[in-house]
């Protein structure tokens, strides 16, 4: 299995550079589907759920190419099939995403479920419910959802403000996007990579408005037009490059961000002792010695965000300190804790979805294994805060989301590598 290898004991100093976002590219990418035209998406992250959602879009039709780096071309003109491959949608949740454009535009998606994941139970009910309410017919047999309408109508959905589920929002102004009549969404989301899908739906001829808000009213109908969008900055990788300059005392500047997109997590910066400094497009943090204790409870934006917690959890194992913290989105995202322990770090779980960390002075470096995306990259910088050699399994979470992460943090003075060769599961992931 490839590892990633991390030697401790490093601090960060530098400027590393942010790439597009992971979460803000995948619903452009499968709103592309909704133009019977061109496509062009600017600031593309080179990472592998990307590349799957391409094979995606090409598996149904559409023809993709780069013409620039990190500038994809779709044309989605002649989609001859509203089916989605089970081996693609397996991959990743957010091939989901196909499943609204599919039915607004030839009234008929089937798409395998995408399933459980590691993080959590991931049901896609919700999805089915916005389905429904614009008036389709969906069942799901052998795995596979079936949805049918001869015209999508608009309506009132009402979501449930519990989840305030991204993808959900996502997939049904996707299909709302052609249906006939408003429909109103209330309880969405509005996350950064939300606005900026809806954005794109605008420019490209949507009607729109609330964009940003958790109630947002769609004019469906209108033939969307060829546009050209750029994807957002990635905060989930800036904020893993700051928790790692905090996590190793160092002194980085990340740059092309939107500081305006990651206040909740530079609080937590500052309140662990760090003096953080923003610019138009960068974020510069000077870390001074061991964190202090954070608390932290995840949240909808502009909450503290999930895909964070990972990281905040190895900077609660170092801390001078004890820190609470609290995960409200998903049942299964301490799935990293065991592996810290192994490392040294004192965590008690309070049920699965809360743990106290005990900061100790230094953590240890052993084998560890990753089980996802955000947990690949939080072990690693568990590594560069140990002492001694750790070697990270599971290389291959981090391709899914990280576009050369290695070499980025080689850059600012870490000692990172991949070591031995891709085993056939993941050659799969990473074609
Ligand atoms: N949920 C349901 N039913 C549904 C949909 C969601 O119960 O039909 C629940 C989920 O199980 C979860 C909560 O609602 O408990 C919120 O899930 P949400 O739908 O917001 O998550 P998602 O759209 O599947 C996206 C990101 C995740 C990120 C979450 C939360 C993408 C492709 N994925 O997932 O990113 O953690 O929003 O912000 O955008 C990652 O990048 O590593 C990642 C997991």
Known sequence: MEAIIANGGNQLHGVVPVGGSKNGTLPLLAASLLVEGETIIE???????????????????????????????????????VSAPYDLVNRMRGSFYVAGP??????????????????????????????????????????????????????????????????????IALAAALAEGTTIL????REPEVVCFQRFLRDAGADISGIGTTTLVIKGGNHLESSRVASIPDRMEAGTFLYAALITGGDLTVQNVRPADMEAVLA????AGAEVAC??????????????????????????PTDLQPCHGV???IARGVSCVEETIFDARFNYADELRRMGADIRMVGHQAAIFRGVVRLMACPVEATDIRAAAALVLAGLAAQGQT?????????????????????????????????????????
């Not at 937590?268 to 309140?271: A, K």
């Open 186 to 189: 209330e309880n969405a989301s």
């Open 391 to 431: 070697e990270v399994a599971g290389a291959y979470f981090l391709d899914r989301g990280y576009d050369n992460f290695e070499a980025k943090l080689t850059a600012v003075g870490a000692q990172v590598y991949r070591q031995g060769e891709p085993d056939a599961g993941e050659q799969l992931w990473l074609a």
């Open 268 to 271: 937590v910066l500052r309140q």
């Open 43 to 81: 600031n593309v992250p080179d990472i592998v759920d990307v590349r799957t959602m391409i094979e995606m879009l090409c598996a149904l039709g559409a023809e993709c190419s780069f013409v620039a780096p990190h500038t994809l071309r779709i044309d989605a003109t002649n989609i001859h099939s």
């Open 102 to 171: 599919l039915l607004a535009r030839f009234g008929e998606a089937r798409v395998p479920l995408p399933g459980g994941c590691v993080i959590g139970s991931r049901p896609v009910d919700q999805h089915f419910e916005g389905f429904s309410a614009l008036g389709a017919e969906v069942e799901v047999k052998h795995g596979v959802m079936h949805a049918r309408a001869s015209r999508l109508r608009g309506a009132r959905i009402m979501l449930d403000p519990h989840l305030r589920s991204v993808g959900t929002t996502i997939n």
């Open 279 to 304: 610019g138009q497009d960068y974020v510069r943090i000077c870390a001074k010695g061991r964190p202090l204790p954070v608390d932290a409870m995840t949240a909808p934006y502009p909450g503290f």
């Open 315 to 317: 900077m609660a194992a």
